[in-house]
């Protein structure tokens, strides 16, 4: 793949329970999980993901999502989505 310094890049962050997506070094958004296993299938439950405003509508957060998905389905987890209703 190719990539350059201000390519987005999307990683896990385990010890903080989220992926992020980073744009030039700069921390562009996130998406929250946690994981749980019920009756011994894992599942990955997103329940919160956020674009800062300065990096909106460049498809970042289609891009974040669609890796953690990525990643979900290689680790064999079952997704669940969480939505929250706007106040």
Do not use: C, K, W
């Not at 201000?6 to 896990?12: E, G, K, M, Y």
């Not at 329940?47 to 498809?59: A, K, L, M, P, R």
């Not at 957060?61 to 953690?68: F, T």
Request: proline share 5%.
């Amino acid at each position: 793949m190719n990539t350059t310094a201000d390519s987005p890049q999307v990683f896990r962050d385990d010890p903080r329970g989220r992926f992020e997506i980073t744009v030039g070094g700069r921390t562009a958004g996130f998406t929250y999980f946690v994981t749980a296993d019920v009756s011994g299938q894992a599942e990955r439950i997103f329940y919160h993901t956020e674009i800062d405003d300065s990096f909106s509508g460049q498809g970042l957060a289609s891009q974040l999502v669609s890796e953690a998905m990525d990643d979900s389905q290689q680790a064999a987890t079952t997704v669940v989505p969480v939505r929250r209703p706007q106040v």
